[in-house]
């Protein structure tokens, strides 16, 4: 049982390339998260899929767009990558009331 | 609206005394609430949840937390700091109504734990 798991762990894109960060889990969970931590900010909801099949924007969804593949995987795609979108991004589901993460993506965009 | 306030960014602590981390919150409904922690380059564990039942909620690792609705607070203590417990710690509010998904993180507290 993988729990959550997030790919790439690290990745060095330059302003303007696209990317997409794929993450799965193994326990049957419904509801899917992506957040990004940025130091002294806590972390903030992108986006959310409560199903699948349904997606949700979050707090702090511009440059970013995601897909409910099925109900393993959510994925986040950055189409054109900036600066500011430089952090560290954290997958999660939820199941009996608590979120589950996974070890998140380190994204430097140069 | 929900929020979640937790009242100190750093706090510092010698090994073997007391730990006490300060979180406050808001919301319209009756809440669940959470601690999670962090350790260097790592995820985020789950340390204990509140969701209605007892008010003094005990987690892993010897932390607990009190429920006080009057204060609407949800304070983190540990009455004997280890120096495996440097970390950053949030406190997480998710308003319990059906249908409801997102959950409201604090900005973290970074526990030093001093030799």
């Known amino acids: 049982n993988a729990g959550v798991t997030q790919t790439p762990k690290f990745q060095v894109l330059k302003t303007g390339q696209s990317m997409t960060l794929q993450c799965a889990q193994d326990m049957n969970h419904n509801s899917m998260y992506w957040y990004r931590q940025d130091p002294g900010m806590g972390l903030r909801l992108i986006y959310y899929?409560?199903?699948?099949?349904?997606?949700d924007k979050g707090e702090v969804p511009n440059g970013y767009n995601v897909s409910r593949l099925n109900k393993r995987e959510f994925s986040l795609r950055l189409e054109s990558a900036a600066p500011s979108q430089t952090s560290v991004y954290f997958c999660a589901s939820r199941g009996q009331g608590e979120q589950f993460f996974g070890p998140g993506t380190r994204l430097t965009v140069l | 609206a929900q929020s979640v306030t937790q009242l100190d960014s750093h706090v510092s602590v010698s090994e073997g005394t007391p730990v006490l981390l300060r979180c406050n919150y808001s919301s319209s409904y009756s809440p669940s609430l959470f601690w999670y922690v962090q350790h260097p380059n790592k995820g985020l564990q789950l340390l204990l949840k509140?969701?209605?039942?007892?008010?003094l909620v005990k987690g892993i690792n010897g932390f607990e937390a009190e429920f006080k609705k009057s204060e609407t607070s949800f304070h983190l203590t540990k009455p004997s700091a280890h120096m495996s417990d440097a970390a950053e710690y949030f406190c997480v509010v998710s308003p319990s109504t059906s249908g409801t998904y997102k959950y409201i993180f604090g900005t973290g507290t970074r526990l030093k734990v001093l030799a």
């Open positions: 509140y969701t209605s039942a007892a008010t």
């Open positions: 899929s409560a199903s699948e099949g349904t997606t």
